[in-house]
T-cell receptor, first 111, second 115 residues
Framework: GQQVMQIPQYQHVQEGEDFTTYCNSSTTLSNIQWYKQRPGGHPVFLIQLVKSGEVKKQKRLTFQFGEAKKNSSLHITATQTTDVGTYFC???????????FGTGTRLKVLA | SAVISQKPSRDICQRGTSLTIQCQVDSQVTMMFWYRQQPGQSLTLIATANQGSEATYESGFVIDKFPISRPNLTFSTLTVSNMSPEDSSIYLC????????????FGPGTRLTVT
């Protein structure tokens, strides 16, 4: 089945540093979603991207969908300890309800 | 957004037994899903729970091992049958609408340990 890779797998940053995670697919995507899962918690929806080249911002978070709709990135500016968790992308190729989750990037922020 | 509860929150079971996990939503939803997440890993979709009909299973998951019920639009159960230690995992239910953007809301999960 389709695999969705995220890099890096782990990232440790000092508080205040920036962080970026990348989501890569071998096939053209219809939509992509991003979720955050805190340690011991469940995934929480952050955002959805639909259009080629789309960029969306939520405070310190910037999400981008690649021009070819095969990859996406999540960038966090000036990380805080509250950003700790695992960030997952979830993709669909059919534009319907079924999403495949990426491998995830675990972020640790050192105070 | 929907509020989702799961029971039990955790359980320790012996191999060969079965466990039924309940998922309750505070409002009627069209789509309900069951996922498995092993510690430190990503989420794997087990099946889509269809109201009034048989669940739709993903590759690698079968009804005999993971029977699912969905009697109405607010409730579903997942049974893990004839358990083995390999079934130790976190099981999550999620819901979404049928109109875009299909954002999913997850329950708190059930942590299952099979000894």
């Amino acid at each position: 089945g389709q695999q969705v890779m995220q890099i890096p797998q782990y990232q440790h940053v000092q508080e205040g540093e920036d962080f970026t995670t990348y989501c890569n697919s071998s096939t053209t995507l219809s939509n992509i979603q991003w979720y955050k899962q805190r340690p011991g918690g469940h995934p929480v929806f952050l955002i959805q991207l639909v259009k080629s080249g789309e960029v969306k911002k939520q405070k310190r978070l910037t999400f981008q969908f690649g021009e070819a709709k095969k990859n996406s990135s999540l960038h966090i500016t000036a990380t805080q300890t509250t950003d700790v968790g695992t960030y997952f992308c979830a993709v669909t190729t059919s534009g319907t309800y079924k999403y495949i989750f990426g491998t995830g990037t675990r972020l640790k922020v050192l105070a | 957004s929907a509020v989702i509860s799961q029971k039990p929150s955790r359980d320790i079971c012996q191999r060969g037994t079965s466990l039924t996990i309940q998922c309750q939503v505070d409002s009627q939803v069209t789509m309900m899903f069951w996922y498995r997440q092993q510690p430190g890993q990503s989420l794997t979709l087990i099946a889509t729970a269809n109201q009034g009909s048989e669940a739709t299973y993903e590759s690698g998951f079968v009804i005999d091992k993971f029977p699912i019920s969905r009697p109405n639009l607010t409730f579903s159960t997942l049974t893990v049958s004839n358990m083995s230690p390999e079934d130790s995992s976190i099981y999550l239910c999620s819901v979404s609408g049928t109109l875009g953007p299909y954002e999913q809301y997850f329950g708190p999960g059930t942590r299952l340990t099979v000894t």
